[in-house]
């Protein structure tokens, strides 16, 4: 990329222009290509942690009715004199299921990195190609 080409006179517009179009089309081709080889190498990862994720999703929500249910009726139990007890009780439980998944989704938006799952060879690459086409704009190459 760093050399200066020859420049030739003698060559129509329309072979420059034809020129230009295989290497745009040259260059394209390699970043996408260089995407498309980053983004294959991360997808084993994605694709074993899928299933996963979906058997401890069930298993979790499955322990969640559980555990709800049992502490709706503990609940209901000690406010037992009170003829509301149940409703009293599902709020109660409820607006601590709130509280504490409003913890964890803010905990886990803090772990969540999207700069891990970025290309990023691929966006260096484009930066140096960026770097270098202003230099040759501007002619300082």
Do not use: C
């Not at 072979?15 to 498309?36: N, Q």
């Not at 502490?71 to 709130?98: C, D, E, K, M, Q």
């Amino acid at each position: 990329m760093n050399h200066r080409a020859t420049v030739d006179h003698n060559r129509s517009v329309a072979e420059i222009t034809a020129e230009l179009k295989d290497e745009t089309k040259e260059f394209l081709y390699t970043r996408y290509e260089m995407l498309k080889a980053e983004i294959q190498e991360k997808w084993p990862k994605l694709k074993a942690a899928f299933p996963l994720l979906a058997i401890g999703l069930l298993l979790l929500i499955t322990g969640w009715l559980m555990l709800n249910a049992g502490l709706t009726a503990l609940l209901a139990h000690i406010l037992a004199p009170n003829p509301f007890r149940w409703v009293f009780s599902f709020l109660i439980v409820g607006g601590l299921w709130i509280i504490l998944g409003a913890i964890a989704v803010y905990f886990g938006k803090v772990q969540l990195n999207p700069k891990s799952l970025l290309p990023a060879r691929t966006i260096k690459v484009l930066q140096k190609d960026k770097l270098w086409l202003q230099k040759e704009a501007t002619g300082k190459l």
